[in-house]
């Protein structure tokens, strides 16, 4: 870990600001529906209280667009969490001004305060100096333990920690920067990446970064099509980014030049169209093109067995991205697929993206990878080799 970590500060007593992801889904009538969020951050919770700390969370939850809206307060997640940690946490209407001041600095050791959502100002996300200023007042230590907007240079993320003297990491955060950069860093070999999902242009960048560092990059879902338009096969109706397609010829011919390990699928399972009561075929692309009113919608079953086999024979995996269109039961075989496999390696196994997630899930296996990323986006620009703001301005070890 390059950066301070919560366990390096002396919280006894001290008033301690916590950027936490409460960011969770909630129903009309107001009800969390899922809590993953609040309890991926209890363990940096329960260490700080269990050191005697006087605890002020910070969230953003949903895109209030700079105002406040009742339907998108943190008051559910207040609640949650008290019945999570068995003990009340106290709840301020607002997360600067008189009455958040008056809440903060009354709070005793041991005690939690929940902020009102940071985005009901427009000055979090503008990184205002002068909000930044505001929220920093409140505390007089400093932890981010919300992976999931590390990439975004906000007030509470980025502006505010200026004004103080030590800025640490949460122990999700912790963990999320430990394993991500051993992925890219010191890697147990061999190292094998999974890269899914619709777009190149989503993953471009993770693509050129990572091709030069894994044994091996597999790609599956809807962007392979426009791989393979870049090798002049016929994709039918299968979703293609037109103007993407040069750069991945260049990407394919780079590889090619340097001896990467580039693949593709070789099979895959085509749909009339994307509907569960759809007509599908399986097409070897190597001897059937796809047909013209056809597209793809799924790895077929051989590139399914060869991935297999590269995956749990690897010591590091990455994976992000489903092999096709997983929302729809007939389609989501050849990610389910890579579910399992993931869930068989020995060594080191990272997951991030909400399908790659919702398919572990649905496969049971979630509790069978060495880590699963909080913030997907985050995860994909650091695998990408970029600076995540909300992490480069913590304090050096």
């Known amino acids: 870990m390059p950066k301070l970590s919560i366990r390096d500060l002396e919280l006894a007593g001290k008033r301690v600001f916590v950027r936490v992801d409460f960011n969770v889904p909630l129903s009309d009538t107001g009800k969390i529906t899922d809590d993953t969020r609040i309890r991926q951050t209890l363990p940096t919770i329960e260490y700080a209280l269990g050191k005697g700390a006087r605890l002020i969370l910070a969230s953003h939850l949903g895109r209030p667009k700079g105002k406040p809206n009742p339907k998108m307060s943190l008051a559910p997640a207040a609640e949650r969490l008290g019945k999570l940690l068995g003990k009340p946490v106290r709840f301020v209407a607002d997360c600067i001004g008189p009455a958040a001041v008056e809440a903060a600095h009354t709070l005793k050791d041991g005690e939690i305060l929940l902020l009102e959502n940071l985005r009901f100002h427009p000055e979090e996300e503008a990184n205002d100096a002068g909000f930044s200023k505001q929220l920093a007042a409140l505390g007089e230590l400093y932890v981010n333990d919300a992976f999931g907007t590390a990439h975004r240079a906000h007030a509470s993320t980025v502006g505010m920690i200026q004004y103080y003297k030590q800025a640490a990491a949460g122990l999700l955060m912790e963990k999320e920067l430990t394993y991500l950069t051993k992925a890219t860093l010191n890697p147990e070999r061999p190292y094998v990446a999974l890269l899914g999902g619709a777009k190149v242009s989503d993953k471009i960048e993770v693509i050129q970064n990572l091709l030069p560092i894994v044994d091996a990059l597999l790609i599956g879902g809807a962007m392979a099509y426009t791989f393979m338009r870049a090798q002049g096969l016929p994709t039918g109706k299968s979703l293609v980014e037109e103007d993407k397609i040069e750069l991945a010829g260049q990407l394919l ?145």
């Not at 580039?262 to 099979?267: A, H, I, S, T």
């Not at 399914?304 to 991205?321: C, D, F, H, M, S």
């Open 253 to 397: 011919e780079e590889a090619k030049e340097k001896g990467w390990q580039l693949e593709l699928p070789g099979d895959h399972v085509v749909a009339e169209k994307l509907a569960a009561e759809s007509r599908t075929a399986h097409v070897d692309g190597s001897l059937v093109p796809i047909p013209e009113e056809w597209m793809g919608v799924d790895i077929g079953p051989e590139t399914a067995r060869l991935y297999k086999v590269e995956i749990v024979n690897a010591q590091t995996v990455v994976w992000n991205g489903p092999m096709g269109v997983f929302e729809i039961a007939p389609f989501a075989r050849g990610t389910l697929a890579m579910a399992e496999a993931v869930s068989k390696v020995r060594g080191t196994s990272i997951v991030g993206g909400g399908d790659s997630i919702a398919a572990l899930t649905q496969a049971g296996m979630a509790d069978k990878v060495s880590h699963v990323c909080t913030g997907g986006g985050a995860s994909l620009e650091f695998l990408a080799g970029k600076t995540l703001p909300g992490v480069a301005a913590l304090t050096d070890q």
